[in-house]
């Protein structure tokens, strides 16, 4: 059978990752959330660093939210860290603290889709679920010839009846473990290694050279650009953040104060703009340095990002009444966005 051919291959070349060697829905729970946009090996230290913090649903419950932040900084996609708190503090008080061992149950969590939800009863709890992620996605659509849409509807019923047949009677937390790292290692979207695959004699791609044509090429989003001017406000201890709001990337993250603009500006036309004066309305200032950052790239913007030098004398930092004054030694406390945080780190 052909999940038994992946399953052998699986045996042999999985790699070591800590979430598969536990059984424990929590942490495995941890490591899906994670692996959700990033790359596997992104994800490892943050795993580990994130599970000696937070052991238990309990931990990560009772912790606020400035913790959890602090923990997943430099992963992106923050909403994920707000969903893991939210459902931990549901799991707390609605399971008392147990994870939910039901597909039905454990869909119902903030932030579990279907696949989330049938990798965990299928990793932690052995249930008959098949998670079809982007991996398996790929490898059905090669293997079966399947040109529909994973993101429609249709392609979406479609694969998952696929995912489950293929399934049959194998060890769901064997078989899915197999399968996605089948398409992660194996079965990979640039130049797949065909010649040495163990399926290559039953797939549609390979006996029809469509390797490169399937699966179905989504359509591309447009991608929007932004220009931030970041005004790093200082004294020789400390500089100026504000947390950002609720409606926009990186929400309640915090940052520098932003000049966005909607095209690139010169400095001079930035610190004659209305938005510098009402920043800096009466506050003596001397810019200092002018630094340019590479282009940060998000799932649909581009970030154009530079860094502006504003020294301020003690004294002043009183006048910012919505802005909050940071020690330099302790600011690595307060979670922010990577480009933030790399350009403190001097990277």
């Known amino acids: ?28 729970w941890i490591s899906e959330i994670m692996l959700q946009q990033t ?17 238990s649903i309990s931990a990560l419950a009772s912790a606020n939210e400035q913790e959890v932040l602090n ?22 008080d609605n399971y008392k603290g147990v994870f939910p061992d039901s597909f039905d149950e454990i869909i119902k969590l903030k932030g579990i889709g279907v696949y989330t939800a049938s990798a965990i009863s299928a990793f932690a709890f052995h249930l008959p679920y098949a998670a079809v992620d982007g991996n398996v996605y790929r490898v059905l659509s090669r293997l079966f010839g399947v040109s529909e849409s994973t993101s429609s509807p249709k392609g979406k019923k479609e694969f998952q009846a696929l995912a489950d047949e293929l399934m049959a009677d194998a060890p769901p937390h064997i078989y899915n473990q197999a399968i996605i790292e089948f398409g992660a290692l194996q079965c990979t979207a640039k130049n797949p ?63 520098f104060p932003l000049i966005e603009a909607d095209n690139k500006i010169e400095l001079v036309d930035l610190i004659n703009s209305e938005a510098w004066e009402t920043l ?22 581009n970030l154009h990002i530079e860094f502006v030098h504003v020294r301020i004398e003690n004294y002043e930092f009183e006048k910012f009444k919505s802005l909050i004054s940071v020690d330099k030694e302790v600011a690595m406390n307060y979670p922010m966005p990577k480009p933030i945080e790399m350009y403190l780190a001097g990277k």
């Not at 997943?72 to 707390?92: C, F, M, T």
Request: proline share 3%.
């Open 1 to 28: 059978m052909l999940n038994s051919k992946i399953i052998n291959w699986y045996e042999f070349n999985k790699r070591d990752l800590p979430w598969r060697n536990t059984s424990d829905p929590y942490k495995i």
């Open 39 to 55: 790359q596997v090996v992104t994800v490892v230290d943050y795993y580990l660093r994130f599970i000696n913090s937070f052991p």
């Open 71 to 92: 923990h997943w900084q430099g992963l992106g996609y923050y909403s994920r860290a707000r969903n893991l708190h939210s459902a931990a503090k549901s799991i707390k």
């Open 193 to 255: 290694d065909c010649e040495v695959c163990p399926l290559q004699a039953q797939c549609f791609a390979y006996i029809n050279k469509q390797q490169d044509v399937l699966p179905a090429k989504k359509k591309k989003v447009k991608v929007i650009d932004r220009f931030f001017y970041y005004l790093y406000i200082y004294n020789d201890t400390r500089f100026l953040l504000q947390q950002r709001g609720e409606r926009d990337i990186w929400r309640n993250l915090f940052e």
């Open 280 to 301: 800096l309305k009466d506050i003596k200032v001397e810019v200092t340095e002018r630094k340019i950052t590479k282009t940060h790239k998000l799932s649909h913007q």
